[in-house]
């Protein structure tokens, strides 16, 4: 994909014919963060960081997932655990008003009671 010349111009063509030559020589790239040397062909150095790109990207994409499952998770414990349980409320709701009832029904009787006994008395 490199052109050795645009335009034509005296002179010979040996700077332009090297960078033409380039495409096709191994050169050596230093990755940075690795510190690891490799002997590729610019193309070929191309399609290395590609696809470590992707890989890493890919890696990425997973962590976010789990982070996101346990995420989640945690958040329905949560709601769980702080929200109101309705069935627990409706359990309670009932014993509540079956003893309501049964205390209504004792103070009824008492009242009874009480008026029989000041019925008797006069």
């Known amino acids: 994909l490199i052109r050795a010349y645009r335009e034509a111009v005296n002179g010979n063509f040996e700077v332009a014919n090297m960078m033409q030559q380039l495409q096709y020589d191994k050169i050596t790239f230093t990755d940075v963060y690795d510190r690891e040397e490799r002997q590729?062909?610019?193309?070929?150095?191309?399609?290395?960081?590609?696809?470590?790109?992707?890989?890493?990207?890919?890696?990425?994409?997973i962590t976010q997932e789990t982070k996101e499952a346990v995420y989640n998770s945690i958040k329905k414990?949560?709601?769980?655990?702080?929200e109101v349980s309705v069935d627990d409320e409706l359990v309670n709701l009932i014993k509540f008003q079956t003893g309501y009832s049964a205390n209504a029904k004792m103070i009824s009787a008492i009242d009874e009671m009480i008026t029989t006994l000041l019925g008797i008395k006069q």
Request: aromatic share 14%; no cysteine.
């Open 40 to 61: 590729e062909t610019i193309s070929g150095y191309f399609r290395y960081i590609a696809s470590k790109v992707a890989s890493q990207t890919e890696g990425t994409q």
């Open 77 to 82: 414990e949560y709601k769980t655990i702080s």
